[in-house]
């Protein structure tokens, strides 16, 4: 057809004119989606989608979560097979002795050495600024609410606990409702939380905020650390308000038989913590926290570190055992019906304790109150929450929500700067975390000197508390495309990890192999490790099949939608909170996909010699696979971190090495311990760096690697050992594989 039948052809005419327009819906529509892709996407490519696997890259989020989900179901069995009061009763009992477990253990009673700095008198009531010492040199900032109307008689107290306000119990929506239970004739005893108020712990002189970020980084950021040594953030912040009890319990104001807690959002959060741990409090009114945690994963997820427990959900234990735990004491759940702590949660959590409530004869003391809003305070449930201490606490009257006045910053300053850390330098949760890790440190430090018997304990509880599962088998390549490069080839493939989610991975094939192979880990993915002129390039061009995957959560496979509200520097902490609570590592469930690898590049590809080179934070991941993997015997590590005291002992460390801890590993064992337990296997470390990212100095390496050295030696292994520090990294590669 020419241009003039085109001109007298009016159904010809718009034909042309629909294919102009689709065009340039396609160069501008459809081609810039097709530039983004890479050339190294095994997944989506060009021509062709992976329906199957659409969300990959949630993977890591989805299997983490699907495996809660299995453990909540058993849980919500065994809950449904109850049907006696006796039974009821053994489940509380158990619940007690876990949580204990979770959040504990807790120190022993020190003085409080309780000091009052300054008092206020206001309209019907006066405060008394308080700090006290809940554990010895960790100080508490606090004021105690006195009403006149008590005229000297014991009243009954409430601990009001703040959400993740940067100014603690001093902001104006916190205040309005401590000042009307005030007016109501109840002592009130509000405190900071960490990180919060007068008791930030990254505090900047310079710029008077927290040198971290807002609360909820302030508690993951050390919470992340304590989790590593074995214990919680909760933990620390739940002894805070036991010994806000015990501070009550030296008022003659306060009668002591009639206290309660409350506080929303992290206050919400903590007031039922220290409500199930504390049996001196009588009544509790949780608000805007409360819902289940299979609605939670469900929705916004796990959230900073205090809300979670040490293998929390492994354990069974859900939101509604915090309340069960309690019964038949009165308990208030507050919620919203358009919070993001879901509903729906809520309500099947008040249906569940309601049972047991039922089987103590006392259904009346759970009730739930309820009312549209979204994630905040409003005047209907705030008139509940009074009307519930009102009943419960025997102090009756109105409970009308009152207009009232809030007090000032200055007016409620504890210390004489308005912060801890430049008024007395009080310890902190990573001091204290610290303090604890040295007497890890020391104890492993004591068991390595029975070195073999140390090493084959160590390896044992790696693979136990990182929570590994051995591969079953190997699994099949699934083959999608191919690349070809000057002098070798790029085949695509994927094959299933550890549970219902693939890895994608690449494999460069040289043009005249030599039988040897290198799995490449790399952090930011296989696009990067794959790239031209690269360490994996290097390996093909010396005739090494290099096998370069995307791990779970990184490259096609991640980071996801996911990234939780302490966020840090590019690293979900909440992430790796969620694999915590199901007693899991994300480190382990990468660890056993990298066995996989290595089974399959074996028996597919025909390996005969295969080494492993992992970057960065992925080194933990490959000295976990190789401890428990006898097909992985060739290590070379690039940049590792030297062991994870080095990074539990530094204030400001690099947080994306959280990723590679495993929670409470520092109890058994560390990084060292696992490159140890490799001799007389060839091992490379280039690099090695401390907490700080730094380069680790002389110091550091001696401490942290001298067991390595040790052992290689005790092994006639010295000569498969190499730590090299320099620029000439490939040079250390040459000598790495010509040993």
Same mark, same amino acid.
């Given at each position: ?11 010809? &005419?718009?034909?042309? &004119? ?9 160069? +501008? ?24 696997? /659409? ?87 606090? *004021? ?87 214990? /919680? ?78 293998? %929390? ?56 109150? @309820? ?10 449930? &705030? ?68 070195? @073999? ?31 070809? &490069? ?37 952090? @930011? ?86 080494? *492993?080179?992992?970057? %960065? ?39 994306? +090495? ?82």
């Amino acid at each position: 057809m020419n241009c003039n039948a085109i001109r007298s052809a009016p159904t010809d &005419r718009k034909a042309f &004119r629909l294919i102009v327009i689709v065009s340039a819906f396609w160069i +501008f529509a459809v081609a810039p989606s097709l530039k983004s892709q890479d050339e190294h996407d095994v997944m989506q490519l060009r021509n062709m989608t992976w329906l199957r696997h /659409s969300g990959i890259t949630n993977s890591l989020y989805r299997h983490i979560t699907d495996e809660a989900y299995e453990m909540l179901g058993i849980r919500t069995e065994e809950i449904a097979a109850i049907s006696s009061a006796d039974e009821w009763r053994q489940r509380q009992k158990q619940i007690k002795d876990i949580l204990h477990d979770v959040t504990g253990p807790f120190p022993e009673r020190t003085p409080l050495n309780a000091d009052i700095t300054s008092t206020v008198s206001k309209d019907g009531y006066r405060v008394e600024n308080i700090l006290f010492e809940s554990r010895p040199g960790f100080y508490v900032t606090s *004021s105690l609410f006195i009403p006149d109307m008590i005229k000297g008689q014991a009243a009954p107290a409430i601990i009001y606990c703040s959400g993740h306000a940067a100014e603690g119990y001093r902001s104006p929506a916190y205040q309005h409702k401590i000042i009307n239970l005030v007016k109501k004739g109840f002592v009130v005893f509000a405190f900071d939380p960490v990180g919060q108020g007068e008791r930030m712990e990254y505090y900047d002189p310079e710029t008077g905020i927290s040198a971290v970020g807002g609360p909820t980084i302030e508690h993951s950021w050390p919470g992340a650390q304590a989790f590593i040594t074995g214990g /919680s953030l909760a933990g620390y912040m739940i002894w805070d308000g036991i010994r806000a009890v015990d501070y009550l319990f030296t008022r003659p104001e306060v009668d002591t038989l009639r206290i309660g807690i409350t506080g929303r959002s992290g206050g919400g959060t903590q007031s039922a913590y220290i409500a199930a741990l504390d049996e001196r409090i009588y009544a509790s009114a949780p608000e805007a926290y409360i819902t289940s945690f299979t609605r939670l994963l469900e929705s916004i997820g796990p959230q900073d570190a205090e809300q979670n427990l040490f293998n %929390g959900i492994k354990h069974g234990i859900d939101h509604a055992d915090l309340l069960a735990v309690r019964a038949p004491k009165p308990t208030l759940i507050i919620s919203t019906l358009n919070d993001f702590f879901s509903i729906q949660g809520a309500r099947e959590t008040y249906k569940e304790v309601q049972q047991l409530y039922r089987a103590k004869d006392k259904p009346g003391n759970i009730t739930m109150a @309820e009312d549209i809003g979204a994630h905040t305070s409003t005047r209907k449930n &705030r008139q509940a929450m009074y009307a519930f201490f009102q009943k419960h606490l025997g102090n009756p009257g109105d409970p009308s929500d009152l207009e009232v006045d809030i007090l000032s910053e200055a007016e409620l300053r504890v210390t004489s700067t308005g912060q801890l850390a430049t008024c007395i330098g009080s310890e902190t949760i990573f001091s204290l975390n610290k303090k604890v890790s040295e007497g890890l440190q020391s104890l492993l430090e004591d068991s390595r000197n029975e070195c @073999e018997e140390h090493l084959k304990n160590a390896v044992a509880s790696a693979r136990k508390l990182s929570g590994y599962r051995t591969p079953d088998g190997c699994k099949k390549p699934v083959y999608t495309g191919r690349v070809l &490069r000057d002098g070798y080839k790029i085949e695509k493939y994927f094959i299933q990890g550890e549970g219902d989610y693939v890895i994608p991975f690449l494999l460069m094939m040289p043009g005249n192999p030599s039988g040897k192979s290198v799995i490449y880990l790399h952090p @930011e993915g296989k696009a990067v490790a794959a790239g031209k002129g690269g360490k994996a390039e290097w390996f093909v061009n010396r005739g090494f099949t290099v096998l370069v995957p995307d791990l779970i959560g990184i490259g096609e496979t991640g980071p996801g939608s996911f990234r939780g509200d302490a966020y840090i520097k590019g690293v979900s902490y909440n992430v790796w909170f969620a694999a915590m609570i199901t007693g899991r590592s994300i480190t382990a469930i990468r660890a056993a996909d990298i066995a996989g690898l290595a089974r399959l590049i074996q028996e597919y590809f025909n390996a005969q010699l295969i080494y *492993s080179l992992a970057e %960065g934070e992925l080194s933990p991941a490959l000295l976990h696979a190789a401890a428990f993997e006898p097909s992985v015997t060739h290590i070379a590590l690039l940049n590792p971190l030297t062991s994870y005291y080095s990074l539990v002992s530094t204030r400001f460390y690099i947080p994306r +090495f959280i990723h590679g801890a495993v929670p409470g590993m520092l109890a058994e064992y560390d990084l060292p311990d696992l490159a140890a337990s490799l001799a007389p296997a060839k091992l490379l470390m280039i690099n090695p760096v401390d907490g700080s990212g730094n380069a680790a100095d002389s110091e550091i390496t001696e401490r942290d690697l001298s067991i390595v050295r040790r052992t290689y030696d005790a092994e006639n292994a010295s000569g498969s050992l190499m730590i090299r520090a320099g620029d000439d990294i490939f040079d250390y590669l040459m000598e790495w594989i010509d040993r």
